[in-house]
């Protein structure tokens, strides 16, 4: 009985757990869109993706709508680890809905802090801030190859596209969280109560 509460009690976390909580990445070219955020630009991001391996980093991208409550930088790094990414790996992460993005990049990569950051404001902040997801990734590819040559991270004027895209009008998830919340409170109780009247039936288990 004690077995099935927590059982229970595990299946209802999992619903409990947003929906973009860190994710498995695609395999298909490096690029996962959760959200449909390049709108027909897919093969361009690929393209300029696969052109990074020839500098000897690879290069990873996620789109999700949202960091599920963690920062982009904590969420970025939850992906890379379950994942298990290797070293020359470098994720860029992008949150439509929160219009935020971060990389994470293995600290034997190569690439410097300075550098990344260079990539980050000059490349890829400009292309999130005027939602051109697609662009971020491009441009976040040519940045990584212009400082693997020592040149200057490369600044192109980004197009605008849709602020949020794949997100349904209206949709939200607190209504249905509550009741889970409520009935996840129940199991709990009733697992104490199982596991409190076993530990006072008289067979209790020998602590070793």
Not at 178 to 196: D, E, K, M, N
């Amino acid at each position: 009985m004690l077995l099935r509460c927590l059982t229970a009690l595990a299946g209802v976390t999992a619903l409990l757990l947003p929906a973009e909580y860190p994710v498995e990445l695609d395999g298909a070219g490096g690029v996962t869109d959760r959200v449909r955020a390049l709108d027909g630009r897919e093969e361009e991001v690929r393209s300029a993706v696969a052109d990074v391996a020839g500098e000897g980093l690879r290069l990873y991208v996620a789109y999700v709508r949202d960091f599920a409550g963690l920062t982009a930088q904590t969420w970025t790094d939850a992906t890379a680890e379950r994942n298990q990414l290797p070293a020359e790996a470098v994720l860029l992460a992008v949150g439509t809905a929160e219009g935020a993005f971060a990389f994470s990049v293995d600290a034997s990569s190569g690439l410097t802090p300075e550098q990344i950051d260079e990539i980050r404001r000059t490349a890829v902040g400009p292309a999130v801030e005027r939602h051109d997801w697609a662009g971020a990734a491009i441009r976040a590819a040519r940045g990584l190859a212009a400082v693997r040559e020592g040149a200057p991270v490369p600044t192109l004027a980004p197009s605008t596209g849709p602020a949020n895209p794949g997100a349904a009008p209206g949709s939200g998830g607190t209504p249905v969280v509550l009741p889970i919340a409520v009935f996840a409170a129940g199991v709990l109780v009733l697992c104490y109560l199982v596991a409190r009247g076993a530990r006072g039936g008289g067979r209790g288990r020998r602590r070793k």
